[in-house]
């Protein structure tokens, strides 16, 4: 990663947590990662505890948000939350296009394109999941399917959508599995990304992140932070624990 730029460091909280849980939880964090200078820290949340994250971290170095957000504007849409709701709860960061959701609700590569740009529209960082599974590695084709996952939101909306965007590399296989990419790997696909989505777009990007997701924890943490082309990380279960999180973060703000 770059010495001079500040790492980005996103959680996902995915579906845990309690309305008790949360308080020690929140005030660790408030308490022991405000002071990281190098960091950007964003806690997506499960939607109902938005309130609570935001009243814990307001005032403080720490941002939040949410893991999901409809495609559509605020309407008949029972059990779906707009991009609209959560800026009311002035999230920063949405996820997007995670790979749980992709499974088990079909979301389709249009359906992810059109929350990116809900999530653009109300001045939210999208952080766009993208990766390929193991057999699609085996087979030698992630870069090519990595890519068609980006170019739905690159044909639709123009590559200069990805301005003050966050695209996490999240290999399937790596998620939820102890099995992380080596360095060497997730360096390189997220030098892919980049390049990929760069050469689509005639500027410069000012605010434009790549990081890595899947398994990532205090250990493999270290050799991660080494990785030139990687803005930051992407962490689940590990950021509900607060020492393996505490870790993470302090490496990164070292490194
Ligand atoms: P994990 O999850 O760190 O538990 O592998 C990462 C993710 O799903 O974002």
């Not at 939607?47 to 939040?64: M, R």
Request: aromatic fraction near 10%; charge should be negative.
């Amino acid at each position: 990663m770059k010495k001079n730029k500040k790492k980005i460091i996103i959680a996902n909280m995915k579906m845990n947590g309690s309305l008790n849980f949360n308080i020690d939880y929140l005030n660790a964090i408030k308490i022991n990662f405000n002071n990281y200078k190098n960091l950007n820290i964003g806690l997506c949340v499960p939607y109902p505890y938005l309130f609570q994250a935001k009243e814990f971290l307001k005032g403080s170095n720490i941002g939040w948000g949410s893991q999901n957000v409809a495609k559509f504007e605020n309407g008949p849409h029972t059990g779906e939350v707009s991009a609209e709701m959560l800026k009311d709860f002035d999230s920063q960061y949405v996820i997007v296009g995670h790979s749980e959701r992709n499974t088990a609700y079909c979301e389709s590569d249009e359906n992810i394109a059109n929350k990116f740009e809900r999530i653009k529209k109300y001045k939210m960082s999208p952080v766009l999941c993208v990766g390929e599974t193991l057999i699609e590695r085996e087979a030698g084709i992630m870069e090519r399917v990595v890519s068609s996952q980006i170019d739905t939101i690159i044909q639709i909306y123009g590559a200069e959508i990805f301005e003050d965007s966050i695209v996490a590399y999240e290999p399937i296989w790596a998620i939820g599995s102890d099995m992380a990419a080596t360095p060497i790997q997730a360096n390189k696909m997220c030098n892919f990304i980049k390049e990929h989505i760069c050469k689509s777009y005639n500027s410069d990007f000012e605010n434009f992140n790549i990081i890595y997701g899947g398994s990532v924890n205090s250990k493999n943490a270290v050799q991660l932070f080494t990785s030139e082309s990687l803005d930051g990380v992407l962490i689940g279960r590990a950021s509900v624990n607060i020492d393996e999180f505490s870790q993470i973060c302090s490496t990164a703000d070292s490194s």
